[in-house]
């Protein structure tokens, strides 16, 4: 099991680390030099994907591009998603009719099956909030 801690470094600036001492900066929508927490739930998201299809992929197409995007699907002003659309893209051009099809179905079962970011978020688990207990 993993963790990440957020730490506040700034008004309006925190990062983000995880036990490996990897970091990302965290702060506002449209903050200079750092991801909005939305922004990283589509990078999850988004990544997932990658990871969880880039064995199958580069199998069958080589180490060419792979690259996948998550959209942040709500009414503008709304704090909530209504969707977050995953779309993979990578060069099939070599794959013949057969191979496409095949392909398709194993990266769409591995993704539904294997991706946890996106299957949590089909599932919308509880998320409490821990706060300090008083002293």
């Known amino acids: 099991m993993s963790n990440v801690e957020v730490r506040r470094v700034g008004r309006h600036d925190f990062v983000a680390e995880n036990d490996r001492g990897a970091s ?5 929508a449209g903050a200079e030099g750092s991801f909005s927490p939305v922004e990283l739930l589509l990078a999850a998201a988004a990544g997932c ?3 969880t299809a880039e ?3 580069t199998r069958r197409v080589g180490e ?3 690259v996948a995007r998550a959209d942040d699907v709500r009414p503008e002003g709304a704090h909530e998603l209504d969707a ?5 893209d990578y060069d ?3 794959l013949d009719d057969e191979q496409l099809a095949a392909l398709e179905q194993v990266v769409r079962r591995a993704v539904e099956q294997l991706c946890t970011v996106t299957r949590t978020l089909k599932k919308a ?3 409490p ?5 008083r002293p």
């Open 24 to 28: 990302v900066r965290v702060g506002r």
């Open 49 to 51: 994907a990658a990871v």
């Open 55 to 57: 064995t199958l992929v």
């Open 64 to 66: 060419g591009r792979l």
């Open 84 to 88: 977050v659309p995953v779309t993979l």
């Open 92 to 94: 099939t051009s070599g």
């Open 125 to 127: 688990p509880p998320t």
């Open 129 to 133: 909030l821990v706060l300090p207990d």
